[in-house]
Protein backbone atom coordinates (compact mmCIF):
# COMPACT_ATOMS: atom_id res chain seq x y z
CA UNK A 1 0.00 0.00 0.00
CA UNK A 2 1.16 3.53 -0.96
CA UNK A 3 1.97 5.60 2.19
CA UNK A 4 3.01 9.29 3.08
CA UNK A 5 4.72 9.42 6.20
CA UNK A 6 4.82 12.29 8.22
CA UNK A 7 6.20 13.18 12.18
CA UNK A 8 2.80 14.74 13.91
CA UNK A 9 4.45 16.53 15.85
CA UNK A 10 3.81 19.33 17.66
CA UNK A 11 7.40 20.57 16.13
CA UNK A 12 7.89 24.09 18.21
CA UNK A 13 9.94 26.69 16.78
CA UNK A 14 10.73 30.20 18.35
CA UNK A 15 9.97 33.15 16.18
CA UNK A 16 12.42 33.95 13.23
CA UNK A 17 13.75 30.28 13.49
CA UNK A 18 13.99 28.07 11.03
CA UNK A 19 11.02 25.32 11.08
CA UNK A 20 12.38 21.91 9.23
CA UNK A 21 9.28 19.80 8.24
CA UNK A 22 9.65 16.42 6.67
CA UNK A 23 7.88 13.51 4.60
CA UNK A 24 8.82 10.07 3.23
CA UNK A 25 7.19 8.18 0.78
CA UNK A 26 6.81 4.62 -0.48
CA UNK A 27 5.87 3.81 -3.68
CA UNK A 28 8.18 5.01 -6.84
CA UNK A 29 5.22 5.85 -9.07
CA UNK A 30 4.68 9.21 -7.21
CA UNK A 31 5.84 12.05 -9.43
CA UNK A 32 4.08 15.11 -8.13
CA UNK A 33 4.51 16.18 -4.92
CA UNK A 34 2.64 19.03 -2.86
CA UNK A 35 2.60 20.70 0.79
CA UNK A 36 -0.49 22.00 2.10
CA UNK A 37 -0.98 24.35 5.64
CA UNK A 38 -4.29 23.81 7.27
CA UNK A 39 -5.40 26.57 10.08
CA UNK A 40 -7.58 24.60 12.68
CA UNK A 41 -10.98 23.93 11.91
CA UNK A 42 -9.93 25.76 7.75
CA UNK A 43 -9.51 23.52 4.98
CA UNK A 44 -5.87 22.47 3.88
CA UNK A 45 -4.27 25.38 1.43
CA UNK A 46 -1.74 24.62 -1.11
CA UNK A 47 1.38 26.31 -0.80
CA UNK A 48 4.21 24.90 -2.39
CA UNK A 49 4.56 22.21 -5.52
CA UNK A 50 7.90 20.04 -6.82
CA UNK A 51 8.11 17.66 -9.50
CA UNK A 52 11.84 17.63 -9.67
CA UNK A 53 15.21 16.52 -7.76
CA UNK A 54 16.28 19.41 -6.31
CA UNK A 55 15.02 22.89 -4.26
CA UNK A 56 12.41 25.30 -5.14
CA UNK A 57 11.92 28.02 -3.30
CA UNK A 58 8.88 30.70 -3.10
CA UNK A 59 9.59 33.17 -0.51
CA UNK A 60 10.18 32.11 2.99
CA UNK A 61 9.27 28.09 1.91
CA UNK A 62 11.71 25.79 -0.09
CA UNK A 63 10.61 22.73 -0.97
CA UNK A 64 13.03 19.58 -1.00
CA UNK A 65 12.46 16.52 -3.50
CA UNK A 66 14.77 13.54 -3.23
CA UNK A 67 13.37 10.87 -5.37
CA UNK A 68 15.97 8.40 -4.58
CA UNK A 69 15.55 8.33 -1.02
CA UNK A 70 11.94 9.29 -1.19
CA UNK A 71 11.51 11.92 0.64
CA UNK A 72 10.25 15.56 0.44
CA UNK A 73 10.76 18.12 2.88
CA UNK A 74 9.82 21.97 3.91
CA UNK A 75 11.56 24.62 5.31
CA UNK A 76 10.05 27.45 6.53
CA UNK A 77 12.41 30.64 7.05
CA UNK A 78 12.01 33.29 9.50
CA UNK A 79 9.22 31.49 10.90
CA UNK A 80 6.00 33.61 12.10
CA UNK A 81 3.41 32.97 14.77
CA UNK A 82 1.31 33.06 12.35
CA UNK A 83 2.56 29.95 10.34
CA UNK A 84 1.32 27.54 13.42
CA UNK A 85 -1.08 25.37 11.28
CA UNK A 86 -0.67 21.59 10.11
CA UNK A 87 0.70 20.81 6.88
CA UNK A 88 -0.08 18.49 4.76
CA UNK A 89 2.46 16.52 2.58
CA UNK A 90 0.90 14.67 -0.53
CA UNK A 91 2.33 12.90 -3.84
CA UNK A 92 0.52 10.96 -6.44
CA UNK A 93 1.55 10.07 -10.24
CA UNK A 94 1.29 12.49 -12.83
CA UNK A 95 -1.47 10.72 -14.96
CA UNK A 96 -5.45 10.29 -15.12
CA UNK A 97 -7.67 8.42 -12.60
CA UNK A 98 -5.76 8.57 -9.87
CA UNK A 99 -5.58 10.99 -6.78
CA UNK A 100 -3.12 12.21 -4.36
CA UNK A 101 -1.81 9.93 -1.10
CA UNK A 102 -1.38 12.10 1.80
CA UNK A 103 0.35 11.83 5.09
CA UNK A 104 -1.42 12.17 8.60
CA UNK A 105 0.11 16.04 8.96
CA UNK A 106 2.71 17.51 11.18
CA UNK A 107 1.42 20.53 13.93
CA UNK A 108 4.22 22.99 13.62
CA UNK A 109 4.18 25.64 16.47
CA UNK A 110 5.91 28.84 16.48
CA UNK A 111 6.37 31.01 19.64
CA UNK A 112 6.76 34.95 19.74
CA UNK B 1 -8.65 31.81 -8.74
CA UNK B 2 -10.59 28.38 -8.88
CA UNK B 3 -13.17 28.14 -6.15
CA UNK B 4 -15.08 24.93 -5.09
CA UNK B 5 -18.15 26.15 -3.28
CA UNK B 6 -19.51 23.14 -0.39
CA UNK B 7 -23.19 23.84 0.14
CA UNK B 8 -22.84 23.56 3.94
CA UNK B 9 -20.63 24.91 6.16
CA UNK B 10 -22.05 23.06 9.31
CA UNK B 11 -25.40 20.25 9.02
CA UNK B 12 -26.58 18.12 11.78
CA UNK B 13 -28.74 15.04 11.15
CA UNK B 14 -30.05 12.52 12.65
CA UNK B 15 -28.86 8.71 12.36
CA UNK B 16 -30.46 6.68 9.34
CA UNK B 17 -31.26 9.87 7.08
CA UNK B 18 -30.16 10.19 3.64
CA UNK B 19 -27.91 13.14 3.13
CA UNK B 20 -26.39 15.07 0.58
CA UNK B 21 -23.22 16.83 0.32
CA UNK B 22 -22.87 18.78 -2.56
CA UNK B 23 -19.43 20.16 -3.84
CA UNK B 24 -19.63 22.59 -7.44
CA UNK B 25 -16.06 24.02 -8.73
CA UNK B 26 -15.66 27.01 -11.20
CA UNK B 27 -12.71 26.45 -13.11
CA UNK B 28 -13.76 22.95 -15.59
CA UNK B 29 -11.47 20.67 -13.51
CA UNK B 30 -11.64 17.11 -14.41
CA UNK B 31 -11.17 15.40 -11.50
CA UNK B 32 -13.01 16.08 -8.27
CA UNK B 33 -12.60 14.36 -4.96
CA UNK B 34 -14.55 13.48 -1.64
CA UNK B 35 -12.30 13.06 1.18
CA UNK B 36 -13.41 13.02 4.97
CA UNK B 37 -11.00 14.35 7.96
CA UNK B 38 -11.08 12.83 11.51
CA UNK B 39 -8.31 13.83 14.45
CA UNK B 40 -5.29 11.36 14.04
CA UNK B 41 -6.73 9.63 10.93
CA UNK B 42 -5.87 12.20 8.33
CA UNK B 43 -7.18 12.74 4.62
CA UNK B 44 -9.02 9.48 3.92
CA UNK B 45 -10.18 8.91 0.54
CA UNK B 46 -14.34 8.53 -0.35
CA UNK B 47 -14.60 8.54 -3.85
CA UNK B 48 -13.03 10.43 -6.81
CA UNK B 49 -14.29 11.27 -10.20
CA UNK B 50 -12.48 11.79 -13.41
CA UNK B 51 -14.74 12.51 -15.85
CA UNK B 52 -18.27 13.20 -15.74
CA UNK B 53 -20.47 9.80 -14.96
CA UNK B 54 -17.50 8.31 -13.90
CA UNK B 55 -16.56 7.43 -10.41
CA UNK B 56 -13.87 5.38 -8.44
CA UNK B 57 -14.03 3.78 -5.23
CA UNK B 58 -11.25 5.89 -2.80
CA UNK B 59 -9.99 4.76 0.66
CA UNK B 60 -13.55 4.21 2.86
CA UNK B 61 -16.29 4.14 0.10
CA UNK B 62 -18.48 1.89 2.42
CA UNK B 63 -22.31 3.81 3.12
CA UNK B 64 -21.28 6.45 0.70
CA UNK B 65 -22.28 6.75 -2.92
CA UNK B 66 -21.68 9.70 -5.04
CA UNK B 67 -23.17 11.56 -8.56
CA UNK B 68 -21.28 13.44 -11.21
CA UNK B 69 -24.26 14.19 -13.95
CA UNK B 70 -22.16 17.15 -14.33
CA UNK B 71 -18.82 18.43 -14.95
CA UNK B 72 -18.42 21.12 -12.21
CA UNK B 73 -20.82 19.30 -9.73
CA UNK B 74 -19.83 16.16 -7.75
CA UNK B 75 -22.11 15.08 -5.16
CA UNK B 76 -21.25 12.95 -1.86
CA UNK B 77 -24.84 11.00 -1.12
CA UNK B 78 -24.95 9.14 2.84
CA UNK B 79 -27.49 6.53 2.27
CA UNK B 80 -28.00 5.93 5.85
CA UNK B 81 -26.42 8.30 8.36
CA UNK B 82 -24.83 6.62 11.03
CA UNK B 83 -22.78 8.48 14.02
CA UNK B 84 -19.69 7.14 12.63
CA UNK B 85 -20.10 9.33 9.60
CA UNK B 86 -19.47 12.80 11.95
CA UNK B 87 -16.82 14.29 10.26
CA UNK B 88 -15.28 16.89 8.39
CA UNK B 89 -15.87 16.50 4.46
CA UNK B 90 -13.88 18.17 2.24
CA UNK B 91 -14.35 18.51 -1.70
CA UNK B 92 -11.25 19.10 -4.04
CA UNK B 93 -10.77 19.12 -7.78
CA UNK B 94 -8.06 19.59 -9.87
CA UNK B 95 -7.06 19.21 -13.81
CA UNK B 96 -6.28 16.44 -15.91
CA UNK B 97 -3.55 14.75 -14.40
CA UNK B 98 -2.13 15.64 -10.70
CA UNK B 99 0.37 18.28 -11.95
CA UNK B 100 -1.64 21.26 -10.17
CA UNK B 101 -2.33 19.47 -6.91
CA UNK B 102 -5.85 19.71 -5.83
CA UNK B 103 -8.07 23.29 -4.29
CA UNK B 104 -10.58 22.22 -1.76
CA UNK B 105 -14.00 23.81 -0.49
CA UNK B 106 -14.30 24.94 2.90
CA UNK B 107 -15.19 22.03 4.27
CA UNK B 108 -18.43 20.05 5.47
CA UNK B 109 -18.61 19.95 9.32
CA UNK B 110 -21.50 16.64 9.58
CA UNK B 111 -22.98 15.78 13.22
CA UNK B 112 -25.08 12.97 13.25
CA UNK B 113 -27.12 12.45 16.11
Known amino acids: QKEVEQNSGPLSVPEGAIASLNCTYSDRVSQSFFWYRQYSGKSPELIMS????GDKEDGRFTAQLNKASQYVSLLIRDSQPSDSATYLC????????????FGKGTTLSVSS | DVKVTQSSRYLVKRTGEKVFLECVQD?????MFWYRQDPGLGLRLIYFSYDVKMKEKGDIPEGYSVSREKKERFSLILESASTNQTSMYLC????????????FGSGTRLTVV
Open chain 1, 90 to 101: AGGPRQAGTALI
Open chain 2, 92 to 103: ASTPQGLLYGYT
Open chain 1, 50 to 53: IYSN
Open chain 2, 27 to 31: MDHEN
